[in-house]
């Protein structure tokens, strides 16, 4: 596979739910149909109807989390509950289905509906109406989680709404993807990146055209937002969980958050770099993210008593 390819490939599952084989997902279409996602509606005064989804895990009394996924448009009703395989404890997750998006799409190819609409504002407008119907049902919160392209929204969404107590973010830092995707070009001695994105810039609104996978609207979008100040604006309690070989975002993201914070001298910071891991957790072959589910319940139960305070 050419180096060009390789970089498709990678943009196509940059900010992505999961990465699984083709049996994996078959497994997870099987489970859905067996043990499917509750689905409940929420109606705002003006927009398009939005399908939030929730899965249970323990015997409860459970916590709530409310979860924004990653890149791509793979139905939730299919990945929201694997995701979450190995988080310990009773909880019920909410999500957001993105605009476009049907509940049997599996991701494999996205349609027109779903690509006009797919970039930052919208994707934080929806998930933010979501998640005030969920305030609306539980009161607080004890986490936002998000994953990736999902970890910029999750860190606005605990920023702007104080009933949500800690906020998880996977694959994903305090850095824009322009400079993100900068230190992956450096770093292969290409210009894979710096190329696709200049052409970004010549038609920065257009949702007829694409590079690496997504319209140019949608990287317009995301590429030069600067999440840096929104993490130091945030007080509850911040998980940060990156690859150190993530080749999708890379690891120099999640530490320079760290390096802000110390200069902040800010202490709500908590970040862990996986050893060996790539964007979607697997370290040399094995999946850690089942492992790393049971590091985020530790987490959130240890603040869970300052969160009820």
């Given at each position: 596979m050419s180096y060009q390819s390789v970089i498709v490939h990678m943009l196509m599952c940059f900010f992505s739910v999961t990465s699984v084989s083709?049996?994996?997902?078959?497994?997870?279409?099987?489970?859905?149909?067996?043990?499917?996602?509750?689905?409940?509606?929420?109606?705002?005064?003006?927009?398009?109807?939005?399908?939030?989804?929730?899965?249970?895990?323990g015997s409860g009394p459970h916590d709530v989390l409310f979860f924004v996924s990653g890149s791509g448009c793979a139905s939730l009703y299919y990945f929201l509950r694997p995701y979450f395989n190995g988080l310990t404890g009773s909880w019920k997750i909410y999500a957001a289905?993105?605009?476009?998006?049907?509940?049997?799409?599996?991701g494999i190819f996205c349609n027109d509906e779903f690509k006009g609409s797919y970039n930052y504002d919208i994707l934080l407008e929806r998930n933010r109406l979501a998640l005030e119907k969920v305030v609306q049902q539980h009161g607080t919160i004890l986490g936002v989680i998000g994953v990736s392209e999902?970890?910029?929204?999750?860190?606005?969404?605990?920023?702007?709404?104080?009933?949500?107590?800690?906020?998880?973010?996977?694959?994903?830092?305090?850095?824009?993807?322009?400079?993100?995707?900068?230190?992956?070009?450096?770093?292969?001695?290409?210009?894979?990146?710096?190329?696709?994105?200049?052409?970004?810039d010549r038609d920065p609104h257009s949702v007829?055209?694409?590079?690496?996978?997504?319209?140019?609207?949608?990287?317009?979008?995301?590429?030069?937002r600067d999440p840096g100040p929104i993490y130091l604006s945030i007080t509850q309690p911040i998980f940060i969980i990156h690859g150190e070989r993530d080749d999708s975002v890379p690891v120099e993201s999640a530490r320079i958050v760290e390096e802000q914070f110390e200069m902040a001298k800010?202490?709500?910071?908590?970040?862990?770099i996986v050893p060996d891991a790539n964007h979607t957790l697997k370290q040399n072959g094995v999946d850690k993210k089942p492992e790393i589910m049971g590091l985020i319940s530790d987490f959130l139960q240890k603040n869970k008593k300052s969160c009820s305070d």
């Open positions: 083709g049996c994996t997902a078959l497994k997870y279409v099987a489970e859905a149909r067996v043990n499917p996602p509750l689905n409940e509606l929420v109606s705002p005064s003006s927009g398009e109807v939005i399908d939030l989804y929730s899965v249970e895990t289905q993105k605009y476009g998006v049907d509940k049997t799409d599996k999902g970890g910029q929204i999750a860190a606005k969404l605990t920023q702007d709404n104080q009933n949500v107590c800690n906020l998880v973010v996977i694959g994903d830092g305090g850095l824009s993807f322009r400079a993100s995707a900068k230190i992956l070009d450096d770093r292969q001695e290409k210009n894979v990146f710096s190329q696709a994105f200049s052409r970004v007829s055209k694409s590079v690496l996978g997504y319209t140019h609207k949608y990287w317009t979008s995301f590429l030069d800010k202490e709500n910071l908590n970040l862990l």
